[in-house]
């Protein structure tokens, strides 16, 4: 790949990754579009890694709770903190069960060879249309009155059940749990803060299954183009995260749901008009 087309590749991923909008959907019809050569392991690893620290960074506070909370699981806390039981402890230990069912839905796609069937335009645009519709009926219907405080084991489970369907193509890692925080009654930007923390093991579990996918089949991908889409997507994540995190103060979610109907119907008259 050349310059220009690591440089967009870096953006979309770097845009799509925490909006409501579908990643991989974008990052799959790219090169349908355009012709553009696959992408590669690498740069799929570096991208993945620019994005994951962008969230870590942003949600800096979350992440350091966090840190300590998987101490405290291990009964290691510094004497300075309180007891167990604290936020973070509670958090940390739902956002590990909220990442299994992602985990084992992903090892079940793997082992059965389901992947590449659902990578197509058709999957993407009817994924994208129902599941953005979906959004919006919760989104305007359900009540804002929770925190993240307030998400328990019940609750991390259901977002992570929600999470395992974002495997299929078009459908949204972040729309779907978005979608089910909101139904659980929680704020529009205590759905994405916690959509975000749990983007934290999902991101890492993927981008170590590329590692060693890319270690075991080789690659072609310079280092340099590795650095710059890293970077890029870490930057325009960082971007990204801002823009949605203030957007959601103080507007719905419908302009991402009207984004994904006007794409998902576009994809199908492309496929069958």
């Known amino acids: 790949m050349d310059f220009f087309q690591v440089f967009i590749l870096s953006?979309?991923?770097?845009?799509t990754e925490f909006l409501p909008i579908s990643s991989s959907g974008h990052l799959i019809l790219l090169p349908e579009l355009?012709?553009?050569?696959?992408?590669?392991?690498l740069m799929d690893v570096s991208v993945h890694v620019g994005t994951l620290l962008a969230v870590l960074l942003y949600f800096w506070r979350?992440?350091?709770?966090?840190?300590?909370?998987?101490?405290?699981?291990?009964?290691?806390?510094?004497?300075?903190?309180?007891?167990r039981g604290t936020l973070?402890?509670?958090?940390?230990?739902?956002?590990?069960?909220?990442?299994?069912?992602?985990?084992?839905?992903?090892?079940?796609?793997?082992t059965m060879d389901?992947?590449?069937?659902?990578?197509?335009?058709?999957?993407?645009?009817v994924t994208s249309i129902v599941f953005g519709l979906l959004l919006y009926v919760v989104d305007q219907k359900c009540e804002r009155r929770r925190g993240v405080e307030n998400v328990g084991i019940k609750e991390g489970l259901f977002m992570g059940l929600a999470?395992?369907?974002?495997?299929?193509?078009?459908?949204?890692?972040?729309?779907?749990?978005?979608?089910?925080?909101?139904?659980?009654?929680?704020?529009?930007?205590?759905?994405a803060r916690f959509s975000m923390l749990m983007a934290i093991p999902t991101i890492l579990a993927a981008g170590t299954l590329l590692i060693k996918d890319a270690l075991e089949a080789g690659y072609n991908d310079t280092i340099g183009?590795?650095?710059?889409?890293?970077?890029?997507?870490?930057?325009?994540?960082?971007?990204?995260?801002?823009?949605?995190?203030?957007?959601?103060?103080?507007?719905?979610?419908?302009?991402?749901?009207?984004?994904?109907?006007?794409?998902?119907?576009?994809?199908?008259?492309?496929?069958?008009g």
């Open 114 to 125: 389901w992947n590449d069937p659902m990578r197509n335009a058709t999957v993407i645009g």
């Open 11 to 15: 953006i979309i991923q770097g845009i």
């Open 163 to 191: 999470q395992a369907i974002a495997l299929i193509p078009g459908t949204s890692r972040s729309g779907i749990t978005m979608t089910a925080g909101r139904y659980l009654g929680m704020r529009r930007e205590d759905a």
């Open 62 to 83: 979350d992440t350091k709770g966090l840190f300590l909370g998987f101490f405290a699981t291990l009964g290691i806390r510094p004497a300075k903190m309180a007891v």
């Open 88 to 110: 973070y402890d509670r958090l940390f230990m739902v956002i590990v069960i909220a990442t299994l069912p992602v985990v084992g839905f992903g090892y079940l796609i793997k």
């Open 225 to 272: 183009d590795a650095l710059i889409g890293g970077t890029t997507s870490f930057v325009v994540a960082i971007a990204t995260i801002h823009f949605l995190m203030q957007w959601l103060k103080q507007a719905s979610m419908t302009i991402f749901v009207v984004y994904r109907v006007l794409l998902g119907a576009g994809l199908l008259y492309w496929v069958y």
């Open 34 to 41: 355009t012709d553009w050569p696959d992408q590669g392991l």
